[in-house]
């Protein structure tokens, strides 16, 4: 004998799932209970949070070869604009944004440096936070992934392997570009050799000289600047000399770039006073304002 029943339908539930939320960075269609974009594996809260926001969030990118310091620079930054003290400081927005800074605070306390950024988009952290300048207002909303060195060195070689980093440069307004001044100051040449066909890769994203990564902000960042002092003398003449490649890529393809020189003492970061951190935020957020 067959039982009998009475099963309700969530009808409801179904009209949801017929409502697709696109995701921000890669503008597909996703279920409105995801949690990641199936598309590019990006948040769907950036998108939810977009919403809210009184105007469009910018994004910047961190860009450089494995080992090159993205995820500890991005850390001190965020740690260190994160005090209201600062003129310039940052508010995140959500506690999703904030993972990256807590992992990575928490191995420079122990003087380890940070596991190395898996390769894996869906593994990425993102950061999601509001800008804040006393004197100007309102806050400029900023995105920020801190993306796999190989994952980027994986798309330059072999296009589309990783398509949210082209999809997501090709929406970015500033970039910072990490360069490891130590291994530059060795004689090592695969910093310049990355950073040639890393710029070279930016520069063919739009073949049009007036738009694209041609004009927009570009800050070379060269990272670990404390174990090399005469980069701090003259950023520009140490990338010259020590990566020829790089500065002739920049004078011949880009007009709106600078260079940086930065230091975190190493694993020890979070107990002594990183060096020129802020600079090369300030001048990317006066470009973008």
């Known amino acids: 004998m067959a039982a009998k029943g009475v099963l309700s339908m969530d009808s409801y539930r179904l009209a949801q799932y017929s409502v697709q939320v696109p995701c921000y960075i890669y503008e597909g269609g996703n279920s409105f209970d995801a949690e990641l974009c199936r598309h590019c594996h990006a948040p ?88 804040r300048q006393k004197k100007k207002s309102p806050p400029l909303e900023l995105i920020m992934p801190d993306l ?60 049009n000289p007036k738009q694209g990564w041609h004009t927009k902000p570009i800050a070379i960042i060269l990272s670990k600047a404390d174990e090399c002092e005469s980069c701090f003398e003259d950023p520009h003449t140490f990338t010259r000399e020590h990566s020829p490649g790089v500065w002739h890529q920049c004078e011949e393809r880009f007009t709106n770039y600078k260079m940086f020189a930065t230091g975190v003492a190493g694993a020890c970061a979070y107990r002594h006073d990183p060096r020129r951190i802020i600079e090369p935020f300030e001048w990317l957020i006066h470009k973008l304002t």
Not at 85 to 114: D, K, W
Not at 167 to 183: N, P, S, T
């Open 148 to 207: 796999a060195g190989e994952a980027l060195a994986e798309e330059i070689d072999h296009p589309d392997t990783f398509p949210v980093i082209r999809v997501f440069l090709a929406k970015c307004d500033g970039l910072f570009i990490m360069a490891d001044a130590a291994r530059m100051a060795e004689g090592s040449k695969d910093q310049d050799f990355f950073g040639m066909k890393l710029l070279s890769f930016l520069s063919k994203m739009e073949e």
């Open 44 to 131: 769907l809260v950036l998108a939810h949070q977009a919403k809210s926001a009184k105007g469009a969030p910018r994004m910047i990118a961190a860009l450089g070869a494995s080992g090159s310091g993205k995820t500890v620079y991005l850390t001190i930054l965020t740690d260190t604009l994160s005090h209201p003290r600062q003129p310039l400081h940052v508010v995140s927005r959500g506690a999703f944004s904030i993972t990256l800074q807590q992992n990575t605070v928490r191995a420079l306390q122990h003087c380890r440096f940070p596991e190395k950024t898996p390769s894996e988009p869906d593994r990425w952290n993102w950061v999601h936070c509001q800008v």
